[in-house]
């Protein structure tokens, strides 16, 4: 069987990859070093920031840079490629225009297991960036499974971008207590899960060892269906 190659469309943001690949790693389930996924890393950080362009389209548009990035994986050789940052799928479907293999939706995959993990599913909050928020992107697809989306209010949105951009993206200290603050507010509302809609909250997570059923992290997700995509086992933990 021909070996399938993962190409990862990333710098957006460049420790999100990185955090990436290493999930990747430690979630296949290999004893060798064979018997994992052979994967193309690009980390372009120099793409222009997606949540800027989503909320003024004045600012430089990410769409043709990454549409480029896309094409060189696949003249690489990739079968599949992943982007490990939720904002840049509102430009899921023009990127896929430009390229013959399959990108993995990290959105799709993200709800599809909030509904395997989480029983009687009914509401889910995301914590996302504002570009990813104004965009509805999570919102159309959890709505298109038939389930109610709750995003922050507006005070809790700005309080959760100042923790994405100036304090994890800045590479500063997390104000953890805040962060847990913004998801309790969310449960308030009776959300049933908690998504964590950008790949910068999925750093929080693994730097603070957060184990919760409810909270589901869409870098795992997207980690776990590459893994699968590419024909490799996952650890049972």
């Known amino acids: 069987m021909k070996e399938k190659i993962l190409g990862v469309l990333g710098g957006v943001g460049p420790l999100a990859t990185i955090y990436f690949a290493d999930l990747v790693v430690k979630m296949t389930d290999a004893a060798t070093d064979q018997e994992h996924i052979a994967m193309v890393i690009l980390n372009h950080a120099s793409i222009p920031d997606r ?3 989503i909320l003024d389209k004045s600012k430089p548009n990410p769409v043709p840079v990454m549409a480029k990035d896309a094409k060189m994986l696949e003249e690489d050789g990739c079968d599949y490629i992943v982007i490990p940052c939720n904002t840049a799928h509102f430009f899921y479907e023009e990127i896929q225009k430009n390229v013959n293999i399959p990108i993995i939706n990290i959105l799709e995959e993200t709800v599809k297991r909030c509904q395997e993990c989480v029983p009687n599913l009914k509401k889910i ?10 965009s509805h992107a999570y919102q159309d697809i959890i709505e298109k499974h038939g389930l109610e989306c709750v995003v922050p209010s507006d005070e809790d949105q700005k309080s959760l971008m100042n923790i994405i951009y100036n304090q994890v993206k800045a590479g500063k200290e997390v104000d953890i207590f805040e962060f847990h603050r913004i998801i309790g507010e969310l449960k308030k509302q009776g959300c049933d899960a908690i998504i964590l809609g950008c790949t910068e909250l ?3 997570k693994k730097d603070f060892d957060i184990q919760r059923v409810d909270i589901v992290d869409s870098m795992e997700c997207l980690a776990r269906a590459s893994i699968l995509a590419c024909d490799k086992k ?4």
């Open 125 to 134: 909050g995301v914590l996302a960036t504002e570009g990813t928020v104004k």
């Open 234 to 237: 996952l650890k049972e933990n």
């Open 51 to 53: 949540t800027d362009y």
């Open 202 to 204: 999925s750093i929080i």
